[in-house]
């Protein structure tokens, strides 16, 4: 835990932009520059996944590191909010594809609104390959806390998450064509660095 708390703060120093860079205007009350849409943009890291770790011979199991690509389109922020209307999860190559929606809320830590906090979750249905015999869909939610820096045309942050699959089936096929009771979740954890282009101060 702590070695991956290190890692999200390192990440976080690596996207914070130099010290000379930072605009310090501060933003009045319903001011355009407390919102914004960005049009694209990608989470890319990785991680690990967990699924019935306790198996029997023969029986499915999953504990693997695995990598994270989410392609998000049209991303709106408002002074306290946040929103993703649109999240892809294109990872054929890992065993899983998906879309869903994310958001949640924004914590200003500055005057200027560039730099926030975010705590939400991303919603949807991944389609997960457990196994050759074992391609099935799973609910998946992944609450996130990610810190964001806006610039004009965009954003870069980090951020730490953790992936829960719920699928649909209470059995599974083994490996070896039997049958067996398997658990409903499927968890992980994930970092991932993150960038969008988009446009800082439209009103919406």
């Known amino acids: 835990m702590k070695a991956a708390l290190s890692l999200f703060l390192s990440m976080v120093m690596l996207v914070l932009p130099p010290a000379g860079l930072v605009m310090a205007e501060e933003v009045e009350v319903g001011s355009p520059l407390e919102r ?3 049009w694209f943009g990608m989470n890319i890291g990785g991680g690990g996944l967990f699924f019935n770790i306790d198996a029997q011979d ?37 065993g899983f594809v998906g879309l869903g929606t994310r958001g949640g809320l924004r914590i200003p830590l500055s005057a200027d609104f560039r730099h926030d906090l975010q705590i939400g979750a991303f919603v949807g249905m991944d389609y997960f ?5 074992a391609f099935h869909p799973t609910l998946s939610l992944e609450p996130h806390l990610q810190y964001i820096y806006h610039t004009d ?11 829960i699959n719920l699928h649909f ?15 409903p ?6 970092l991932y660095i993150r960038w969008t282009i988009g446009r800082r101060g439209l009103s919406f």
């Open 36 to 38: 914004g849409v960005e």
């Open 169 to 183: 089936r209470d059995d599974m096929t083994g490996n070896d064509g039997h049958a067996f009771d398997v658990p």
């Open 185 to 190: 979740v499927m968890t992980g954890a994930m």
């Open 58 to 94: 023969g029986e499915v199991k999953v504990e693997r590191g695995t990598v994270k690509v989410d392609l998000l389109f049209f991303n709106l922020y408002w002074p306290y909010a946040y929103w993703s209307v649109l999240e892809l999860h294109p990872v054929f190559f890992a």
């Open 129 to 133: 390959l457990f196994h050759m015999n």
């Open 153 to 163: 045309l965009g954003s870069i942050g980090a951020g730490v998450s953790a992936p």
